[in-house]
């Protein structure tokens, strides 16, 4: 299969196959959508001109707020319609809902692109897999109806003790979740082990949220098996990066899209962070050029030992709306302040909310009833964690709620 294949071959062959198939898409999106003419006409650039990776920057950006005003009359492409296209939603964590409309033929790409991931970490087609997501009515695809590849759907709304429930029926090989979910189910199982004693997995996949080191390393303890980070976007057909079993970064999946990592407009050397600036090289039904999606992540050089020829992206920070801003100016991460409340074991929940520059509102669910006597303490660390000051209130909470798509943004600012 031409999918696994590709991700074996050497660095200066896929990046020459990646820039070729960038050149084709940017050449198709002008010549087949309004948007894209209009966007590259307004600056006098046409995709000749685009002749070396360097040169991509002179290409437009491409915004969230610019697809939702131009999808489908601009920007779906000659030739195509909605009904013959597989569509999506976004989850809107951005603020935006978008709909995104996918080629079959890009949408079966990108569907051996998933595969190929889970067959990286040791995936069997036959194991069953119980896959966490707010809807659960779900059509069996053609390879469920074989055996192949079957999941269980576990709903993302449903209280925590209900979805263990299904776990312990279940008896999944594989479960694929959010990691907000995951870590609450873990918590719990902590406290009554004998009780869930048969949920034994043997490997997670994380994805859809921000997955710190200390929840890995969490997970791994209670669940007693490895954690896996992925990374996608709906926009994209849903996977674009993903941890094989050597963990030693995430591998783009370069023959799916081009990832760019930011900062001031230039490209950002490998180890630092830079908002991610993504292209889709598949679907010809809604090409997207160089969108803006909102997420920041760290770039690499390195190579994976594990011999895949695949670039790799270190990890994600987190959402570029969701950095904390200090008094001062400065910016602090998700990945930073999350684990600093992830570690009390008290906590079942939380949302961290930026009011202002000077004022955090943290919403905390606690497990087995209130512990107010853990809050003194965690203040304490958050402040000596941000050596700024900064005003910090708890609200007790009976829950949280979620997003459309189940999920649990763990800070959200304000500002």
């Known amino acids: 299969?031409?999918?696994?294949?590709?991700?074996?071959?050497?660095?200066?062959?896929?990046?020459?196959?990646?820039?070729l198939k960038f050149k084709k898409i940017i050449n198709y999106a002008y010549n087949n959508t309004i948007f894209y003419r209009k966007k590259f006409d307004s600056l006098g650039l046409k995709p000749q001109e685009i002749k070396s990776r360097e040169d991509i920057?002179?290409?437009?950006?491409?915004?969230?707020?610019?697809?939702?005003?131009?999808?489908?009359?601009?920007?779906l492409a000659q030739g195509y319609s909605l009904s013959d296209c597989h569509t999506e939603n976004t989850s809107g964590?951005?603020?935006?809902?978008?709909?995104?409309?996918?080629?079959y033929k890009a949408k079966d790409f990108c569907d051996c692109v998933y595969a190929r991931a889970l067959f990286a970490v040791g995936y069997k087609p036959w194991q069953s897999m119980a896959y966490f997501w707010p809807s659960v009515n779900h059509r069996k695809?053609?390879?469920?109806?074989?055996?192949?590849?079957?999941?269980?759907?576990?709903?993302?709304?449903?209280?925590?003790?209900?979805?263990?429930?299904?776990?312990?029926?279940?008896?999944?090989?594989?479960?694929y979740g959010f990691p907000t979910i995951l870590v609450?189910?873990?918590?719990?199982?902590?406290?009554?082990?004998?009780?869930?004693?048969?949920?034994?997995?043997?490997?997670?996949?994380?994805?859809?949220e921000l997955l710190t080191e200390e929840a890995r390393k969490y997970l791994e303890r209670v669940f007693g098996c490895p954690v896996y980070n992925e990374y996608g976007a709906t926009e994209f057909g849903f996977r674009m990066a993903w941890e094989c079993r050597k963990r030693e970064g995430l591998h783009i999946d370069a023959d799916s899209v081009l990832i760019e990592f930011i900062k001031d407009g230039l490209p950002v050397k490998s180890g630092e962070a830079g908002e991610m600036i993504i292209t889709g090289l598949v679907n010809r039904a809604m090409p997207l050029i160089r969108y803006q999606i909102g997420d920041v992540g760290v770039a690499s050089d390195r190579k994976c030992s594990c011999g895949r020829g695949l670039p790799l992206m270190e990890v994600i920070e987190g959402r570029r709306d969701d950095f904390i801003i200090l008094p001062s100016g400065k910016l602090v991460s998700p990945r930073g302040v999350v684990p600093i409340v992830e570690k009390v074991k008290e906590i079942l929940?939380?949302?961290i909310i930026q009011k202002d520059k000077v004022k955090l509102l943290i919403h905390i669910v606690f497990s087995g009833g209130s512990r107010l006597e853990v809050l003194p303490i965690l203040k304490k660390d958050l402040l000596?964690?941000?050596?700024?000051?900064?005003?910090?209130?708890?609200?007790?909470?009976q829950d949280i709620a979620r997003s459309e798509r189940g999920k649990l943004k763990a800070v959200i600012s304000e500002l």
């Open 93 to 103: 964590s951005s603020g935006l809902k978008l709909t995104v409309a996918l080629d």
């Open 57 to 75: 920057l002179k290409i437009p950006l491409t915004t969230k707020k610019e697809v939702l005003a131009n999808f489908p009359a601009n920007l």
């Open 141 to 175: 695809e053609f390879h469920e109806y074989l055996g192949l590849m079957p999941k269980d759907w576990i709903s993302s709304h449903i209280r925590p003790e209900a979805q263990l429930d299904i776990l312990l029926k279940l008896k999944p090989r594989i479960i």
């Open 349 to 351: 929940e939380f949302r």
């Open 384 to 397: 000596d964690f941000f050596n700024e000051c900064v005003d910090i209130e708890f609200e007790i909470r």
């Open 1 to 19: 299969m031409a999918v696994d294949r590709n991700q074996w071959l050497s660095p200066a062959r896929i990046e020459e196959s990646q820039f």
């Open 184 to 208: 609450v189910l873990a918590k719990i199982i902590e406290n009554e082990r004998v009780k869930y004693s048969a949920i034994r997995p043997e490997f997670i996949i994380s994805h859809a």
